[in-house]
């Protein structure tokens, strides 16, 4: 698996109707991970095994309007905020995977430690981290449950190759000189909880093991603050959390917004209205890898201005913009740099399994559009997927894979450019997430 489009129900201000966003996922195997509405098969199947002549993903713009307003007010920053960042040989090799190393603590405390290998998503919220990853001595504080009866809280979070069943316990949380202090992150596989309720384990397959997730957990650090937002505080939704009993029980219930699982960045002293992903360009042909920087802020330090980048505003409930492309309109569309491919349906390219093979690299152009009309045309490269799963190659600008809805741009659109992730109600250089920017 890796990548998570798990958006809120509700946005934290916008609850008067429930949003149930798409849960796009980058469904990892040996091979590679596949990504669109119900995951991917990734076998190679017949098509061209011709080298393809690569295509680079970096865009050609073109704005409809001034996209880059300047705002006042946002608070200025000189705390370390570049956190390295790389692809390359990542558990189950899975191609375009993007990780970091997250220093994770026992709250308040300097019992601490480094977990390598886990994976960037823009498009999620909150840390998940695998129990097995988390070294013995490292106790974490269970969150109570609010709901009647006590327990502990506990959280199924539902992508779109599996489910991840874990509890929601505290933690801080360091990346580069920045601190998250003491905020709900979910462990999961946890041993202390009871097995998945049933409708949580009918999500699919189980995201339990380095081996099925492809990584020791996720860093969302996506639009919102939190992974759900009012609706999972107002109403107790299936396959969101739950309180578990001594019993051994576990039933859904609400929430508070405070004990959701939390982006950690939202949470920083400073830098924290946002990120950007700077990577480089990527070869044709592919590289076997590349290394980056994941920087906390917007507009906040040099090293994180917004000049001369395409703003494009995402709805503020849902976060997702529009794509249209190949005479096609997606108004599921988003920026996500968990999945590591470009997800979009499309009978113009020919497919292998999942993904699409033509014989050499196609290039197609797209319009990226947010909630304000503003727009910017893009270019990108299909590939034929045979040639790259065969390779020695880890990052490659041009793999595609099939989406039953939507238009996801995966990783391969993140190479050779900043990208900018804003999130919501924090005031940036460009005006109030949410936002992608590029």
Not at 104 to 120: K, L, P, R, Y
Not at 205 to 214: D, I, K, N, Q, R
Not at 324 to 329: F, I, K, L, R
Not at 358 to 369: G, H, K, V
Request: proline share 5%; with cysteine; hydrophobic share 35%.
């Amino acid at each position: 698996m890796n990548s998570a489009r798990r958006l809120p129900i509700f946005n934290t201000l916008h609850s008067s109707r429930a949003l149930h966003a798409l849960l796009f996922v980058a469904c990892a195997t040996l091979a590679a991970c596949g990504g669109g509405g119900g995951g991917g098969d990734s076998s190679s199947s017949s098509g061209s095994g011709s080298t393809p002549s690569t295509t680079s993903s970096n865009n050609t713009n073109s704005t409809s309007a001034s996209n880059t307003s300047q705002s006042t007010g946002v608070p200025q920053s000189n705390v370390a905020n570049v956190q390295p960042i790389a692809v390359g040989v990542s558990p189950g090799m899975t191609r375009n995977m993007l990780t970091t190393s997250v220093t994770i603590c026992q709250a308040g405390t300097s019992n601490c430690a480094t977990i390598d290998d886990i994976q960037v998503d823009t498009g999620s919220n909150g840390l998940r981290i695998l129990a097995s990853a988390l070294p013995s001595n490292l106790s974490l504080a269970s969150v109570t449950s609010n709901a009647s009866g006590g327990g502990v809280s506990a959280e199924c979070a539902v992508f779109g190759s599996g489910y991840a069943w874990g509890s929601i316990r505290n933690a801080d949380v360091r990346m580069a000189g920045q601190l998250a202090s003491s905020i709900p992150v979910q462990v999961i596989a946890d041993p202390a909880l009871p097995a998945a309720p049933t409708d949580c384990a009918n999500a699919g397959a189980p995201l339990m093991t380095v081996a099925s997730l492809h990584s020791n957990g996720i860093l969302g650090v996506g639009l919102f603050p939190v992974d759900c937002g009012s609706g999972c505080s107002n109403l107790a939704l299936p396959r969101w959390y739950y309180s578990c009993t001594t019993s051994g029980s576990c039933t859904a219930s609400a929430q508070p917004i405070a004990q959701q699982v939390t982006n950690p960045v939202s949470r920083f002293a400073t830098d924290n209205n946002g990120v950007v992903i700077d990577l480089p360009a990527v070869a044709d042909g592919g590289a076997v890898g590349v290394a980056g920087s994941l920087i906390f802020g917007i507009g906040t330090q040099a090293n994180n201005t917004l000049s001369g980048s395409n703003v494009i505003k995402a709805n503020s409930a849902t976060g997702y913009v529009t794509t249209s492309s190949g005479g096609q309109t997606y108004a599921l569309s988003y920026l996500d740099s968990g999945s590591n491919g470009l997800f979009f349906h499309s009978t113009q390219f020919p497919m292998c399994g999942f993904w699409y093979c033509p014989s050499a690299t196609q290039t197609a152009n797209a319009s990226i559009t947010g909630v304000d009309g503003v727009s910017s045309t893009v270019s990108f490269g299909v590939g034929n997927s045979n040639t790259m799963f065969a390779s020695a190659n880890n990052a490659f600008n041009n793999l595609a894979g099939n989406s039953s809805q939507g238009f996801g741009w995966g990783l391969p659109f993140f190479y050779g450019k900043r990208v900018y992730t804003a999130i919501a109600e924090r005031n940036t250089s460009a005006g109030v997430g949410p936002y992608y920017a590029f």
